[in-house]
């Protein structure tokens, strides 16, 4: 089975930098994606890791430690439209992927 | 081009009543994808398809939920005698291929049952 850890809620400051945690026990990996999600909306795609290290992409960067089953999602020079949930996701065997219960993220001036 | 698109966006349904809820996907993805959320949860898989094949329909909570994708394009998610705990919002995600491919969502279905 797939079982998928993250913080359910996090608040950080306008122009700080936040690290969101995700760990997962899987069956299989087949590479984790992270996902931010407004509210009433759906979500959308941030970042994809398959293999270890670190992946940047502008403000957001995603890192990966397959033998540790572990991920973070680090936010920098946060602005107040990055409050959202972040949603960790695992790709398992074949196509299915399992979802996080998502970190709820709140930015405050 | 256009993005994934689901109908209808809201959904009030009397308990036991049928629903259908349709998604389109993106113009030449293979790869389909239900997922159910529960306000507050993280999306849950129910099934997927690949072209017309439904692959893994392990997710689906039971009988009384059915999906098809008849041509491989658009996919329906019926839900037969529905219960108040079929309330939820309904994500439906493609994806171009298999691989590494990112599964793109839909605006969701949300199905409130009564």
């Known amino acids: 089975g797939q079982n998928i850890d993250q913080p359910t809620e996090m608040t950080a400051t306008e122009g700080a930098i936040v690290q969101i945690n995700c760990t997962y026990q899987t069956s299989g990996f087949n590479g984790l994606f992270w996902y931010q999600q407004h509210a009433g909306e759906a979500p959308t795609f941030l970042s994809y890791?398959?293999?270890?290290g670190l992946e940047e992409k502008g403000r957001f960067s995603s890192f990966l430690s397959r033998s540790k089953g572990y991920s973070y999602l680090l936010l920098k020079e946060l602005q107040m439209k990055d409050s959202a949930s972040y949603l960790c996701?695992?790709?398992?065997?074949?196509?299915?992927?399992?979802f996080g219960i998502g970190t709820k993220l709140q930015v405050i001036p | 081009g256009a993005g994934v698109s689901q109908s209808p966006r809201y959904k009030v349904a009397k308990r036991g009543q049928d629903v259908a809820l349709r998604c389109d996907p993106i113009s030449g993805h293979v790869s389909l994808f239900w997922y159910q959320q529960a306000l507050g949860q993280g999306p849950e898989f129910l099934t997927y398809?690949?072209?017309?094949?439904?692959?893994?329909k392990s997710g689906l909570p039971s009988d009384r939920f059915f999906a098809e994708r008849p041509e491989g394009s658009v996919s329906t998610l019926k839900i037969q005698r529905t219960q108040q705990e079929d309330s939820a919002v309904y994500l439906c995600?493609?994806?171009?291929?298999?691989?590494?491919?990112?599964?793109?969502f839909g605006p969701g279905t949300r199905l409130l049952v009564l």
């Open positions: 996701a695992v790709k398992g065997g074949y196509q299915k992927v399992t």
């Open positions: 398809f690949q072209n017309e094949a439904q692959l893994d």
């Open positions: 890791n398959v293999l270890d």
């Open positions: 995600a493609s994806s171009l291929d298999r691989g590494r491919e990112t599964q793109y």
